[in-house]
């Protein structure tokens, strides 16, 4: 798994610009508060495809209600003006597309 | 009364018959009550969720080409949805553009993600039925403000 530093640029690591990341990262602050870690996977960290929906897998501290994922989802896509798909999980869960996410995954 | 104004009351008696369709399924849905175990679901039962959503769906994909309609004809910028929502927003027909996107955001989920997690699916129709009156004043705000301004008699329901 690659962790992303802030003077990193990221435009060799991951599809999407420094704004576009840095993006992500506000709207996740905003809405899901300062404990979610985010991992952005899929083929936005493939250099070799092009386009395609921005995958993030989001693990927070406590439980998100069905309307904070949503807005948060809302957010990320007009931020963006991307297709989003946002997976959500409580930290600490075992899932496949968490072992997935994290295993190939951008941590931003 | 001139063409798009007849075209206009014909779609908001339109959506007073569908709001009626859909307050039925809401309450066929609330009579199943909590989702435990999807498996244990009747056939009418199902019937009952899928036909929720699907009116629910409906009933807001009409009531947005109602409100850019609206927007027409009163020379509005209606190139993108945001700006006719931007307008009914200044006509108080919604509370704001955010919850109007936040239910079709929920209309989609729901509809993608229809999956056989009780807890998941639970938590959509729950946030569903929430938004069910919702929809019901913005339409109620829509005829209000047609009645005012074009004098149209949508009849009942609207």
Aim: glycine share 6%.
């Amino acid at each position: 798994m690659q962790r992303m530093q802030p003077s990193q640029p990221t435009a060799s690591i991951a599809r999407l610009s420094y704004p576009q990341l840095t993006a992500v990262r506000s709207c996740l602050r905003r809405d899901l508060g300062e404990g979610a870690r985010a991992w952005l996977f899929g083929s936005r960290v493939d250099l070799q495809r092009r386009g395609g929906d921005v995958d993030l897998y989001v693990e927070t501290p406590r439980p998100t209600s069905l309307r904070d994922e949503l807005l948060c989802k809302l957010h990320l896509k007009e931020a963006l003006d991307l297709p989003v798909d946002l997976i959500l999980a409580q930290a600490g869960s075992q899932t496949p597309i968490g072992t997935i996410a994290k295993s190939t995954g951008l941590e931003l | 009364m001139t063409p798009s104004l007849h075209l206009l009351a014909k779609k908001l008696q339109h959506l007073a018959r569908m709001q009626g369709y859909l307050v039925y399924s809401a309450q066929q849905v609330v009579r199943i009550g909590a989702l435990h175990d999807m498996r244990q679901l009747t056939g009418d039962q199902h019937e009952s969720l899928a036909a929720f959503r699907v009116r629910f769906s409906e009933f807001q994909e009409q009531l947005g080409k109602a409100m850019r309609a609206v927007a027409m004809q009163e020379e509005q910028d209606v190139d993108s949805f945001g700006s006719v929502l931007s307008f009914m927003e200044r006509l108080r027909v919604i509370d704001s553009s955010e919850h109007w996107k936040l239910i079709r955001e929920l209309r989609n989920a729901v509809n993608h993600e229809y999956e056989e997690n009780a807890v998941r699916l639970s938590a959509f129709f729950e946030q569903l039925q929430l938004e069910v009156p919702v929809l019901q004043g913005y339409f109620a705000a829509l005829v209000q403000w047609c009645r005012k301004a074009y004098g149209l008699d949508v009849g009942p329901g609207g």
